[in-house]
């Protein structure tokens, strides 16, 4: 047994890596959609169907707990997954909710009212589903009063760095955060709300100027999960052996997932 982490395609990559550095005696299953991926472009019906035919093959793998380390399952799927489809001894974690406790500087399993915060003016940079299906400001609406999101759909981003193509990358960047810009003037945050876009985070910060806090993902859902597997020790699984497991071509996304985290990864059939 391990715990199961789900991602469309390699973005959920940049997640699996901060997890293994917070918690290296821990088994990690990573499963890729690429046949599917990207989901950024599909419907919520479809990304729903998606997720809990992955999910259910990392249950197959031992996996009672599976993260989706993907913003958009996490967006238009989860809150569905979790109140109509999860049996009682499974679980199903999103990557939106450590990111937002952080903005709103709150701890996991405060449940008080929502309240003023620091900040009032949130960036938010996202796939176009994810972005439709405004579960972010939703999110934050539970924690926080008085904060205005503007949210950009990152058309063509994810597809650009599935292809390893960073200067295309770096220019679309450029362009959705001179869009966003146009719309808020001066975000005092921005969150990175795809779990592809921790690889062009550098492009980011640049592209939003110093005064721009930028959050992004790994890290913080790798200390929500460190907390949560101390609080429920049960769920993190006896086995030892991490693997790699694609619905794609596994040579052709082993060489990709290697280009894209700079080190040898091997992905096997799923
Ligand atoms: N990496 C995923 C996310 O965090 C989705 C990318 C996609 O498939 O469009 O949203």
């Known amino acids: 047994m391990a715990v199961g982490v789900f991602d469309s395609g390699l973005g959920g990559l940049t997640v699996l ?3 293994v550095k917070r918690m290296p005696d821990q088994a990690f299953i990573y ?3 690429n046949a599917n991926a990207p989901y950024g472009t599909r419907t919520a019906e479809d990304i729903y169907n998606l997720t809990c035919a992955a999910t259910e093959r990392l249950w197959d793998e031992g996996c009672d707990l599976v993260i ?7 967006a238009a799927a989860l809150k569905r997954m979790q109140e109509t489809w999860l049996p009682a001894d499974k679980r199903v974690l999103g990557v939106f909710v450590p990111m937002i406790e952080a903005v709103t500087e709150r701890q996991w399993g405060d449940n008080s009212p929502p309240r003023e915060v620091d900040v ?13 299906s405004r579960a972010f400001q939703r999110e934050l609406a539970y924690r926080a009063i008085g904060v205005d999101v503007e949210a950009q759909p990152c058309g063509g981003l994810v597809d650009a760095l599935e292809q390893g193509d960073e200067m295309l990358a770096e220019a679309l960047v450029h362009s959705h955060v001179e869009a966003l810009l146009r719309r808020m003037p001066k975000p005092e945050a921005a969150v ?12 980011f910060a640049e592209a939003l100027g110093e005064d721009v806090k930028v959050y992004s993902q790994p890290k913080l859902v790798a200390a929500a999960l460190a907390d949560y597997l101390d609080r429920r020790p049960e769920m993190r699984g006896a086995g030892t052996a991490s693997k790699f497991l694609t619905t794609g071509d596994p040579k052709r996304v082993s060489s990709k997932a290697t280009q894209f985290l700079r080190r040898k990864i091997s992905f096997e059939a799923a």
């Open 31 to 33: 499963l890729g959609d």
């Open 68 to 74: 989706l380390a993907c913003n958009t399952a996490s």
């Open 120 to 132: 009032k003016h949130v960036a938010l940079f996202a796939t176009p589903a994810t972005v439709a």
């Open 192 to 203: 990175l709300g795809c779990t592809h876009y921790p690889l062009v985070e550098a492009a």
């Open 17 to 19: 890596d901060a997890l």
